[in-house]
């Protein structure tokens, strides 16, 4: 089955600087990757998501990054904010698959 | 525009009772994924149902776990004779096909605690 990898584990940054999160995929099968926020208590929501025939898309602050030769796909945070502060989780999924395979988590804080 | 909706939102029991979780998903979506997520750990995937049918259940335990979608009402997933292992939040997922390019809503899910 697919392996998904996510790094840092733990991100910190200052209000207005950018922050980027990485993930890695094991199955080349897997052509749609969604990333999700999730802030405490609540349950993930989608931000982006990208599909294996485009390389990169980008929504206001937020952008995606997929380099399907070496399996990694990013998400780059751009200015952020301090409401940026949440755990962000990066999945992947095979067109015929039935499920999400999500990443651990990146908890990203953002310093006023 | 009701999102996915999961209730309770907290769940408490004792060892050996059974725990009831329910997810009504986003209007016009016929597609239910149920996850869990363990503390600091990413979501697991558990099962997918459509309505009347369960289409994967590999993550599923194969005991005291099941799960439904029934033609009428909410998808149930059902935990038998609940141990101290199975308190997790439980998140329930939403889709309007199984496409593998489309993405799930998620509701903010059921905190089971069991004593």
């Known amino acids: 089955g697919e392996n998904v990898e996510q790094h840092p584990s733990t991100l910190s940054v200052q209000e207005g600087d950018s922050a980027v999160i990485k993930c890695t995929y094991s199955?080349?099968?897997?052509?749609?990757f969604p990333w999700y926020k999730q802030e405490l208590g609540k349950g993930p929501q989608l931000i982006i998501d990208?599909?294996?025939?485009?390389g990169e898309k980008k929504d206001q602050r937020i952008a995606v990054t997929l380099n399907k030769t070496a399996k990694h796909f990013s998400l780059h945070i751009t200015e952020t904010q301090p409401e940026d502060s949440a755990v962000y989780f990066c999945?992947?999924?095979?067109?015929?698959?039935?499920?999400?395979?999500f990443g651990t988590g990146t908890s990203l804080t953002v310093i006023p | 525009n009701a999102g996915v909706m999961q209730n309770p939102r907290h769940l408490v029991r004792r060892r050996g009772q059974e725990a009831r979780l329910r997810c009504s998903p986003m209007?016009?979506?016929?597609?239910v994924y149920w996850y869990r997520q363990l503390p600091e750990e990413g979501l697991k995937f558990m099962v997918y149902?459509?309505?009347?049918?369960?289409?994967?259940e590999s993550g599923m335990p194969k005991e005291r776990f099941s799960a439904e979608f029934p033609k009428e009402g909410p998808s149930i997933l059902r935990i038998q004779q609940v141990v101290r292992g199975d308190s997790a939040a439980y998140f329930c997922?939403?889709?309007?096909?199984?496409?593998?390019?489309?993405?799930?809503?998620f509701g903010d899910g059921t905190r089971l605690s069991i004593l």
């Open positions: 997922a939403s889709s309007p096909s199984g496409n593998g390019d489309q993405p799930q809503h």
């Open positions: 199955d080349s099968a897997s052509n749609y």
């Open positions: 990208i599909r294996s025939n485009v």
């Open positions: 209007k016009g979506h016929s597609h």
């Open positions: 999945a992947a999924r095979a067109l015929t698959g039935n499920q999400f395979y």
């Open positions: 149902l459509q309505k009347e049918n369960i289409i994967d």
